[in-house]
T-cell receptor
Framework: QQKVQQSPESLIVPEGGMASLNCTSS?????YFWWYRQHSGKSPKMLM?????GEKEEGRFTVHLNKASLHTSLHIRDSQPSDSALYLC????????????FGTGTSLLVDP | NAGVIQTPRHKVTGKGQEATLWCEPI?????VFWYRQTIVQGLEFLTY????????DSGMPKERFSAQMPNQSHSTLKIQSTQPQDSAVYLC?????????????FGEGSKLTVL
C-alpha cells in the first residue's frame, strides 16, 4: 500500500477556476508534508511545504494541513494554463530519515 | 548556480547490458538522493547519501543496482544486466540537511530505455 495517497488522479478545471488537490498518509509516523509541481518533460520542483496544523498561503496557492487526519490539501485559485502539470505530494516520516516518499500525483489540466 | 547535473540525458541499452548514470549535486549540498519515475509506479525512492556516506538503500533492487558517491561532487548509479522493466527516468536530487528541510533540488533526469 502506498504510504502517500493522492486524489483525484486527474483534474480538469477551467481557466480562472479553483483546483483542489488532496493528499493523505496511511502511516501515523508522518512528520512533514511537501507539494511539488512537475511540468511535462521537466523535473519536479518544490511548490510549498507545511509543517503545522492550519493554512499557508502563497499568492494563488493555499495549503491546508490537518495532522490528526494525516491530510493535506492544495488549492489553486484563478488557475492558469501554466498551472497545468503533475502535482506531487511528498511526506517524510519519523523513522525514515531525510528521504521523502512521494504519492503518484494529480495531473491537472487548466482548460483555456 | 547550475543546479543538479545529470548525464546522460538519454540512454538506450540492450537487455543484459550495463548502464551507468552520473549526477553532480549542487555545490554545498550534503545530501544526494536517487529516485526513478515511471508512469505506473510514480516517483520511487532508490537510495541516498549524506556527506558521501550511504545512509539508506532500501529502495534499490539489490542484485543489479549499485550506487556510489566517491566525492562530494559526484554520484553514480550503476545497473548491471539491464532488463526492460528498468526502463524509467532516473532522477538525482540534492539538498541541504538539517531538521527535515525537505526541499529537494532535482536534476533533469536520465531517461533509460532497455530494449
Amino acid at each position: 500500500q502506498q504510504k502517500v495517497q493522492q486524489s483525484p488522479e486527474s483534474l480538469i478545471v477551467p481557466e480562472g477556476g479553483m483546483a483542489s488537490l488532496n493528499c493523505t498518509s496511511s502511516d501515523r509516523n508522518v512528520d512533514y508534508f511537501w507539494w511539488y509541481r512537475q511540468h511535462s518533460g521537466k523535473s519536479p520542483k518544490m511548490l510549498m511545504s507545511i509543517f503545522s496544523n492550519g493554512e499557508k498561503e502563497e499568492g494563488r496557492f493555499t495549503v491546508h494541513l490537518n495532522k490528526a487526519s494525516l491530510h493535506t490539501s492544495l488549492h489553486i485559485r484563478d488557475s492558469q494554463p501554466s498551472d497545468s502539470a503533475l502535482y506531487l505530494c511528498a511526506a517524510s516520516f519519523f523513522n525514515m530519515g531525510y528521504k521523502l516518499t512521494f504519492g503518484t500525483g494529480t495531473s491537472l489540466l487548466v482548460d483555456p | 548556480n547550475a543546479g543538479v547535473i545529470q548525464t546522460p540525458r538519454h540512454k538506450v541499452t540492450g537487455k543484459g547490458q550495463e548502464a551507468t548514470l552520473w549526477c553532480e549535486p549542487i555545490s554545498g549540498h550534503s545530501a544526494v538522493f536517487w529516485y526513478r519515475q515511471t508512469i505506473v509506479q510514480g516517483l520511487e525512492f532508490l537510495t541516498y547519501f549524506r556527506n558521501q556516506a550511504p545512509i539508506d538503500d532500501s529502495g534499490m533492487p539489490k542484485e543489479r543496482f549499485s550506487a556510489q558517491m566517491p566525492n562530494q561532487s559526484h554520484s553514480t548509479l550503476k545497473i548491471q544486466s539491464t532488463q526492460p522493466q528498468d526502463s524509467a527516468v532516473y532522477l538525482c536530487a540534492s539538498s541541504t540537511t538539517g531538521a527535515n528541510t525537505g526541499q529537494l533540488y532535482f536534476g533533469e533526469g536520465s531517461k533509460l530505455t532497455v530494449l
